[in-house]
């Protein structure tokens, strides 16, 4: 993996400067102080009210969500941080949907704004399926900082996958 594979789509100047803080070994305390704190959301219930309150909260007239959890597997099999499935099947004469969203059991871990920015991703996807102007427009009116948030957390996995967990308990 290239030292900064989470980091490719930003400026050469932003990933000189992450670079220098992970040489010498202070990405980690740059993180801790900025996010000095870790979220208590400890399991798939407590997961499933958080995702619920926010789902609530900016979409309402989306589908339910029949399942939402913590999945160890997500990281990796698929690289990604979180998992969003929409199936729709025919029974008797009625059209069910359902709605899932797995989120990596890395983000136990976490402060809860890495957690919430994975969530308002992922329930954004729900409404629009591709990473588009229309896509970061929901994602921001949910979380009106989601691109600072985003570059952050890419930062936390640029450290973590270097030094390892940047919250150990």
Same mark, same amino acid.
């Given at each position: 993996?290239?030292?900064?594979?989470? %980091?490719?789509?930003?400026?050469?100047?932003?990933?000189?400067?992450?670079?220098?803080? !992970?040489?010498?070994?202070?990405?980690? $305390? &740059? !993180?801790? @102080?900025?996010?000095?704190?870790? #979220? @208590?959301?400890? =399991?798939? =219930?407590?997961?499933? $009210?958080?995702? !619920?309150?926010?789902?609530?909260?900016?979409?309402?007239?989306?589908?339910?969500?029949?399942?939402? %959890?913590?999945?160890?597997?997500?990281?990796?099999?698929?690289?990604?941080? +979180?998992?969003?499935?929409?199936?729709?099947?025919?029974? +008797?004469?009625? !059209?069910?949907?359902? @709605?899932?969203?797995?989120?990596?059991?890395?983000?136990?871990?976490?402060?809860?704004?890495?957690?919430?920015?994975? *969530?308002? #991703? $992922?329930?954004?996807?729900?409404?629009?399926?591709?990473?588009?102007?229309?896509? &970061?427009?929901?994602?921001?009116?949910?979380?009106?900082?989601?691109?600072?948030? $985003?570059?952050?957390?890419? *930062?936390?996995?640029?450290?973590?996958? #270097?030094?390892?967990?940047?919250?150990?308990?």
């Amino acid at each position: 993996m290239s030292s900064l594979t989470y %980091l490719s789509a930003y400026s050469p100047e932003l990933q000189q400067q992450i670079s220098r803080l !992970l040489a010498q070994n202070k990405l980690g $305390e &740059y !993180l801790r @102080n900025k996010y000095p704190d870790t #979220h @208590n959301i400890a =399991n798939d =219930n407590d997961l499933r $009210e958080y995702v !619920l309150t926010l789902k609530n909260r900016y979409m309402k007239n989306a589908a339910p969500l029949s399942k939402v %959890l913590f999945d160890k597997k997500i990281h990796v099999i698929n690289n990604a941080l +979180g998992l969003h499935t929409y199936a729709t099947r025919i029974q +008797g004469n009625k !059209l069910k949907s359902k @709605n899932e969203m797995r989120i990596s059991d890395l983000f136990k871990r976490t402060p809860e704004a890495f957690l919430n920015m994975i *969530v308002v #991703h $992922e329930l954004a996807h729900f409404k629009q399926k591709q990473h588009n102007k229309a896509f &970061y427009q929901l994602c921001t009116h949910m979380l009106a900082d989601y691109h600072q948030l $985003e570059f952050d957390l890419r *930062v936390y996995l640029t450290e973590l996958a #270097h030094h390892g967990d940047v919250y150990q308990k």
